[in-house]
């Protein structure tokens, strides 16, 4: 069972909008400014979703912990 690159991609951008809002309010607080809070949340959320789209497309490739479905039809879905 693998995830599609298009689900990895939706998965990263869901997570980075949460990242996004902590960071900025993270960010805030120390400097005072929320155009400067911004900016450090968007750095990192860019730089966290390409991070985290190339680390779920690693650990797809990795079949280790797995627990398949080994049923015929799971082995004719795997071929489409």
Do not use: C
């Amino acid at each position: 069972m693998r995830d599609t690159t298009l689900r990895s991609v939706a998965k990263a951008m869901s997570w980075q909008a949460v990242g996004l809002i902590t960071m900025t309010a993270i960010a805030f607080i120390f400097t005072g400014s929320l155009t400067q809070g911004g900016l450090v949340a968007l750095t990192g959320a860019a730089t966290g979703m390409v991070a985290y789209i190339l680390h779920e497309r690693l650990w797809a490739r990795i079949s280790w912990g797995r627990i398949g479905d080994r049923s015929p039809s799971a082995s004719n879905r795997s071929k489409v």
